[in-house]
């Protein structure tokens, strides 16, 4: 939404013209950002999911007998699902790094536009 309403300002204040190499940056940065923020909720919603799957696998767990084989296959599964929503959120919060580092390029990006 930023990049909409700079693109807009920078239009009507004639700021930024197809061959400038400035603008060029910048708009070549200003994708970036969207597609971290989109892999970062991607990966956020992934890990609810294996949180949850990982909650109702514990609950199968414990209404089977304490030492049936079938109690220990559903603590793994609860396991595994726990060991997924640990990455699926570490994927997470690189995302999100590399959104701020994208949201910090495209700022700068900006700055050298506008004070040219």
């Known amino acids: ?48 999911s294996h949180v949850r799957a990982s909650r109702d696998a514990l609950l199968m767990a414990r209404s089977l007998p304490r030492l049936s084989p079938d109690r220990a296959a559903w603590v793994s599964a609860a396991l595994n699902f726990w060991r997924r929503a640990i990455w699926a959120t570490t994927e997470a919060m690189g995302a999100a790094r590399r959104m701020r580092d994208a949201v910090t390029v495209e700022l700068e990006d900006a700055w050298m536009v506008l004070n040219r």
């Open 1 to 48: 939404m930023a990049s909409v309403v700079f693109v807009l300002c920078g239009a009507r204040a004639r700021l930024g013209h197809e061959a400038d190499p400035l603008w060029q940056t910048w708009t070549g940065h200003c994708g970036e950002t969207s597609g971290h923020g989109s892999r970062a909720l991607q990966s956020l919603r992934s890990a609810a």
